[in-house]
Nanobody, 124 residues
Framework: QVNLVESGGDLVQAGDSLRLSCIAS?????RGWFRQAPGKEREFVAA????????TYADSVKGRFTISRDGAKNAVYLQMNNLKAEDTAVYYC????????????????????WGQGTQVTVSL
């Protein structure tokens, strides 16, 4: 069992930056960030494998968001720059401890563990 705790969500203005953190209670092989806006389905944002040398992003955040990890803290971060109103959502951290097939995934069903989420609200 791996527990994930997200933090860093806040109310900000368009153009501002935020950094989300995800701390895990155990070792994970890969972690991802997903988000769910009001009235919409949860969607993939970014993912990273534990070595940190492979990452992937949703097209909507490429060039603005950066996912990274700190092995010493067992943490994964999502640096979000130039935030837009459409980035408003609850952001969830997800983790994989087993990998079958693709090393990095954008699919929710590939992630075994999920955090409770952190709210990001971007005002105009």
């Amino acid at each position: 069992q791996v527990n994930l705790v997200e933090s860093g969500g806040d109310l900000v203005q368009a153009g501002d930056s935020l950094r989300l953190s995800c701390i895990a209670s155990g070792h994970t092989l890969s972690r991802g960030w997903f988000r769910q806006a009001p009235g919409k389905e949860r969607e993939f944002v970014a993912a990273i494998i534990w070595t940190g040398d492979v990452t992937t992003y949703a097209d909507s955040v490429k060039g603005r968001f950066t996912i990274s990890r700190d092995g010493a803290k067992n943490a994964v971060y999502l640096q979000m720059n130039n935030l837009k109103a459409e980035d408003t959502a609850v952001y969830y951290c997800a983790a994989r401890t087993q990998i079958f097939g693709m090393l990095i995934s954008k699919q929710e069903s590939d992630y075994e563990y999920w955090g409770q989420g952190t709210q990001v609200t971007v005002s105009l």
